[in-house]
């Protein structure tokens, strides 16, 4: 084993690097949802599966040191157990939702329990890090041993990640139907898909009498649209991946963003386009995208049920769900890029 081991200090930092990659490109992969953002999802996939390896090389070497700080009661060593502990949890729950595996964890998936415990990863691994740190030396890098070892890491989890899809495909899995973004399909049509929201969005349903959808910011005329005013005969086929682990492929109908912006007209210096929803979130993005957007009124012909954002929704192909904002009260054109949105978007609901 020592042969293919990298030499121990190195070990702890290519974790460190492997952690950052696999976090990384998984928040990546939350706001990814095009065919050509496969590669986001590949990196994580093989990254995680490098990192594997990596801590069965790091297990092996402090097994006898953990068992010792154990029965001293060491704070230290108790914090890193609990790190190993939540690291393996992490990448057991991502391994096995890839194969096929879910759990119903009241209203969550295994998919999300996986992006959970890869966040709470992060700070176990600062704090033990404050105890641990230790630069690498030069002599730590030298030798073309170190350069084969790392080579054979890299083509170690590309391979096992090549072999999930293997196993996945060979033995039909659940898996086997995933699309790249690790969602599975619902059946069903219309509003027959799973109803979800981010975060604390939880609003009653909105009264048609009380509801309109206004047009502000930076556009000629402002105006407010009663839902009887809208010309909702535009059409789409859109697929819809949400971030909890599945996805769906509707005919949607609805308000072509495009031609509601032309009613009002929008100024030269118009960039994005960001939506409001009644709960206090928001999304935007820029205008030349949103304008190809739909505000949806229905689904395969039926009228959408609360759940899924009556009395509109954003249809926003390529976008992945949570971005598709629900219960929509107003279209806001903008100068420039809402970075608000980010904070609006974890607070949103809390009212």
Known sequence: MGRFEPRPRLVDWTILAAVTLAVGSGLVSLVSGRADDWWV?????????????????????????????????????????????????????????????????????????HIGLGLVVVPLLLLHLR????????????????????????????????????????????????????????????????????????????DLDDWALSVTGRVDAERSFAFDDLDASAERRALLDCTSGWYVERDWQGVRVGDLLDSVGTREDARWIVFHSVTGYRFGFPIEEARGMLLATHVDGERLTHGHGFPMRVVAPDRRGFQWVKWVREVEVRRTRDLGQWVAIMVSGVA
């Open 41 to 113: 999802f590949v990196l994580h996939g093989a990254g995680g599966l490098t990192l594997v390896v990596l801590l069965f090389w790091k297990f092996r070497r402090v097994k006898q040191r953990v068992v010792a700080g154990a029965r001293s009661n060491s704070p230290t060593v108790a914090l890193s157990v609990l790190l190993g502990v939540v690291a393996v949890s992490a990448l057991a729950t991502g391994i096995a939702w890839v194969l096929g595996a879910n759990l119903d964890l009241w209203g969550w998936t295994l998919l999300n329990l």
């Open 131 to 206: 105890k641990r740190f230790r630069t690498p030396s030069t002599r730590d890098w030298e030798g073309r041993r170190t350069t084969l070892q790392y080579a054979g890491l890299v083509v170690a989890g590309a391979a096992g990640w090549r072999a999930q899809q293997t196993v996945n495909r060979v033995l039909d899995t659940p898996g086997a139907e995933r699309r790249f973004t690790g969602s599975k399909p619902e059946g069903g049509t219309g509003n027959r898909f799973p109803v979800t929201s981010w975060v604390l969005d939880d609003p009653d349903p909105v």
